[in-house]
């Protein structure tokens, strides 16, 4: 009499559980394909091949996932609790093999589809005409620097930096190539002119990151280093800080906007007035 409460009790728990997996399964499988949480939509040529990079992975781990959560709801089911006397098994060293192949095929595979755009993101030469920003990150706050109408970033000076002054990079304004150097709270670009940023940080490690430019690079101290992309629509943004860097990480945010050639030029030209006005 006990052993038929045990066995149907544990024929209760394998069906709740094997149809709570089988149920889960099919929701997120549901949720993928209607893309009910997914990314905004990319801003950049670059960021259309991460995006087919990221559908061939969430396809192939997807399939992965599918298959062993269903199997798992079956082995639940079929070796559930019915008297018999357990058994165990010692492994099968060939399914061991094959499926550790099968991994390291998936994911050198994907490495290597991936590598193209990794290079292009990483390894491209700058274009002679791209437009140059200096980025500063610390501690809570980006901060831009934008050459003035000479094209040329002026002299700095470690002596000089002094964020509630104004001067975060430290401008040496004695410098004539450094008078017209304008530098904002606020990242504008113009639309389909290649952009190079140069990341820094004076602190600690910061990390720059646009959803809509697919971009993540970390700004680390002591490095200047490139960040290149084309914006190819207008629009305004946020950029956000991914690395966490001290209590106030979640507050390092900076508007990020992506302008057409005229907005951008007339932007330019009100903040070098602002400037000389205010020098």
Not at 77 to 85: D, P
Not at 236 to 258: I, K, N, W, Y
Request: proline share 5%; net charge neutral.
């Amino acid at each position: 009499m006990q052993t038929k409460n045990r066995c149907a009790g544990s024929t209760t728990t394998a069906f709740i559980l094997a149809f709570f997996l089988v149920v889960f399964t099919l929701v997120t499988v549901y949720l993928f394909v209607s893309k009910t949480w997914w990314f905004p939509e990319t801003i950049t040529p670059i960021g259309h091949e991460i995006d087919v990079q990221t559908q061939r992975t969430l396809w192939l781990t997807g399939i992965v996932f599918v298959l062993s959560q269903l199997g798992l709801a079956w082995v639940v089911w079929r070796y559930r609790n019915r008297g018999e006397r357990a058994r165990y098994s010692h492994g099968n060293n060939t399914l061991e093999v094959l499926w550790t192949l099968a991994t390291a095929l998936a994911f050198i595979g994907l490495g290597v589809l991936a590598q193209f755009t990794w290079a292009k993101i990483h390894l491209a030469e700058p274009e002679p005409d791209a437009v140059v920003i200096e980025v500063l990150g610390e501690q809570f706050a980006w901060n831009f620097r934008y050459p003035g109408p000479d094209g040329k970033f002026g002299r700095t000076r470690t002596e000089l930096i002094n964020s509630g002054a104004g001067n975060p990079f430290g401008i040496d304004r004695s410098d004539p190539a450094a008078a017209d150097d304008i530098v904002v709270p606020i990242l504008n670009v113009p639309v389909n002119r290649p952009i190079e940023l140069r990341l820094r940080a004076k602190d600690v490690i910061h990390s720059f990151f646009v959803r809509e430019l697919r971009l993540k690079q970390d700004a680390v101290p002591g490095l200047e280093i490139p960040l290149r992309f084309v914006a190819e629509r207008t629009g305004d943004f946020e950029l956000v800080c991914t690395e966490l860097c001290g209590m106030g990480h979640q507050r390092m945010r900076a508007p990020f906007s992506v302008k057409t050639a005229a907005e951008y030029e007339q932007w330019l030209r009100d903040e070098l007035a602002l400037l000389q006005s205010n020098p």
